[in-house]
């Protein structure tokens, strides 16, 4: 299996910047399709980004569309989330995942972004 480690997260205020990174270990991640999910307190885990196994693809809510920009260094075994003019309603704790193909199969353990006004 491949674990997945995000990080980048914290306490900002509205309108700044984060880029959160998800670091692969266990496999090499070029053949793999990634993703970026969060799950804001009470309410259900939604997606954010998504980008192909080359990075030729990317994808993206349309709540972020336009401010967040999801990359990948398959050098790195690592994947991006670029968030840019954050607002209260972006907090939420961060997942990244991983497919082959269909479902997500590997996920991170999710890293906090808390926006206050």
């Known amino acids: 299996q491949v674990q997945l480690v995000e990080s980048g997260g914290g306490l900002v205020q509205a309108g700044v910047s984060l880029r959160l990174s998800c670091a692969a270990s266990?496999?090499?991640?070029?053949?793999?399709?990634m993703g970026w999910f969060r799950q804001a307190p009470g309410k259900e885990r939604e997606f954010v980004a998504a980008i192909t196994s080359s990075g030729g693809r990317t994808s993206y809510a349309d709540s972020v569309k336009g401010r967040f920009t999801i990359s990948r260094d398959n050098a790195k075994n690592t994947v991006y989330l670029q968030m840019n003019s954050l607002k209260p309603e972006d907090t939420a704790v961060y997942y990244c995942a991983a497919r082959l193909e269909g479902a997500y199969n590997y996920w991170g353990q999710g890293t906090q972004v808390t926006v206050s006004s």
């Open positions: 266990g496999r090499t991640l070029s053949t793999y399709g």
